[in-house]
């Protein structure tokens, strides 16, 4: 074996990797024996004699070696250094192994997009993330730390941190006219998080839960996870509207549904609407999961009361984020559970619940209790109202009738519905993606299970992060876009 040119080759290949000596010499020689260059049963040459061969010092062998020896590659007796038998999973398969597969489950879940957390103009669900009161959080989150016990920096309550619950709790009754007390209320990882605990929790497998359609894909992919039966029910101007047959035909036990501002259509859901659902989901004993992920920001009025405070003892699992109010890395949601189902779902969080982030709790805590969470929210709101009038504007002077603008009244996004059945709104999107412009197409938010499907085509556009001055010059390349596909579309084609 020439070791030298070996050395000199593996030294080539990772030059940029910046190892030193011994390092070097390590990886070269576990990479032959892994590779069988070195194979099992052979000796290695002697430490000195491999110091001199390779010009360096022999405690730079001695340290190859006898890493080499603690992970098993080599052994030695009286004859010197052996190469041992490899381990199974370091010898080369015979033949290519089959590929695992996901679970049917992942399979089916909605695609993606691919466009991930981008924060161009007009992504959804992005908060004006440059006014957040960042200094303030951090002296917030500091006394946290600093006021830390030891014990708590043990596993934290499975439930939430009772401080934390008590100032959401407060909150909601002041704010939302949610009926609760602390007990009520768990703490989750974010929307996702209580949407998986409210799909395992309150629901076996085989149930059906009700998805709107065009509703939010995270839903669809906690149902499905949960191995839930998923049925697709319309959302018209007035939101979610199930028939007498949807009742009748696929009676739900979970019913998932955002009826302050639908996700994506922006869509209101009626309060004759939201009282007829409460009384027919008790009396079929369903759930209802009211997502109210955004609802602090009402641009037309003050914000509408949470579907949970309508009905004595309502059957509703009230979720919120402050994912969209605060900022997404923070990852604290929260569910609201019917007081008589607290105790069942405290147990079984004692059991299951990733316990943890104590101090990020308390600075929540702290930041509700002080009024500066109240404060930011005002500000917000008005921001976000002037970027929605910004962005209403500029669609009524270049869009024309291309499309419509739905949803605008609260939230952070709004709905642009086409007019013309014939525009493509998945194209649409990756053509303004090819300019930048992230917006999402309507029409891929229908999870396409059970009867029918939507009949929402459009875009879905994002303003909360997008200053009102650039609002017009976006909205003129979108324009553009959705003007030439419209002519396209009743340009008549030539036969033969």
């Not at 028939?243 to 259509?265: M, N, V």
């Not at 008790?282 to 009905?311: K, N, T």
């Not at 017009?472 to 009743?490: M, N």
């Amino acid at each position: 074996m020439d070791y030298a040119l070996l050395i000199a080759t593996f030294t080539e290949q990772h030059r940029a990797r910046g190892w030193p000596r011994q390092r070097l010499l390590h990886e070269c020689l576990r990479a032959a024996i892994r590779s069988g260059t070195l194979g099992a049963g052979s000796r290695l040459v002697a430490t000195r004699a491999l110091a001199a061969e390779l010009g360096v010092a022999r405690n730079t062998v001695l340290y190859a070696y006898e890493q080499l020896a603690c992970e098993g590659y080599v052994s030695t007796d009286r004859r010197g250094t052996i190469v041992a038998a490899l381990a199974p999973e370091f010898a080369a398969p015979a033949a290519p192994a089959p590929h695992a597969e996901l679970s049917r489950r992942a399979r089916e879940l909605r695609p993606m997009s691919g466009i991930g957390d981008s924060m161009q103009a007009f992504m959804p669900g992005v908060p004006a993330l440059e006014l957040f009161p960042l200094a303030l959080w951090r002296r917030m989150l500091e006394r946290a730390w600093r006021g830390l016990s030891v014990a708590q920096l043990n596993y934290g309550e499975p439930c939430g941190e009772a401080a934390l619950r008590e100032a959401i709790a407060d909150h909601l009754r002041a704010s939302r006219g949610v009926v609760c007390d602390a007990g009520q209320v768990f703490i989750t990882d974010g929307t996702q998080s209580s949407l998986d605990l409210c799909a395992r929790a309150f629901a076996d497998h085989g149930d059906t839960a009700w998805l709107e359609c065009p509703g939010y894909g995270g839903a669809l992919a906690a149902f499905r996870a949960a191995g839930l039966r998923v049925e697709a029910i319309a959302v018209d101007q007035d939101g979610i509207a199930p028939t007498p047959q949807d009742w009748a035909r696929r009676p739900p036990r979970l019913i998932y549904t955002t009826p302050s501002h639908q996700y994506p259509t922006g869509s209101v859901l009626s309060l004759r609407r939201r009282l007829a659902l409460i009384e027919q989901a008790r009396a079929a004993g369903a759930l209802i999961i009211e997502d109210d992920y955004d609802s602090e920001f009402r641009h037309d009025g003050p914000p509408l009361s949470a579907m949970q405070g309508l009905a004595a003892d309502a059957p509703v699992l009230y979720l919120g984020t402050f994912s969209k109010t605060m900022f997404p890395s923070l990852r604290i949601g929260f569910v609201v559970v019917p007081k008589g189902l607290a105790p069942a779902l405290a147990a079984m969080r004692a059991q299951s619940a990733a316990r943890g982030r104590v101090a990020e709790q308390l600075a929540l805590a702290e930041f509700l209790r002080s009024g500066q969470f109240a404060l930011h929210l005002r500000r917000m709101r008005r921001l976000y109202r002037q970027r929605r009038d910004a962005l209403a504007a500029a669609l009524t002077e270049h869009v024309g009738t291309v499309a419509l603008v739905h949803g605008g009244s609260a939230g952070m996004h709004l709905a642009l519905r086409f007019t013309d059945a014939a525009l493509c709104d998945t194209t649409i999107a990756a053509q303004a993606l090819e300019l930048g412009i992230v917006t999402h197409a309507l029409s891929a938010h229908c999870s396409h299970a059970g009867e029918g499907g939507s009949d929402w085509r459009g875009l879905m556009l994002g303003y909360a992060q997008v200053p009102a001055e650039r609002m017009d010059g976006l909205v003129r390349q979108l324009a553009t876009l959705l003007h030439l596909a419209a002519y396209s579309a009743k340009r008549p084609r030539r036969s033969g």
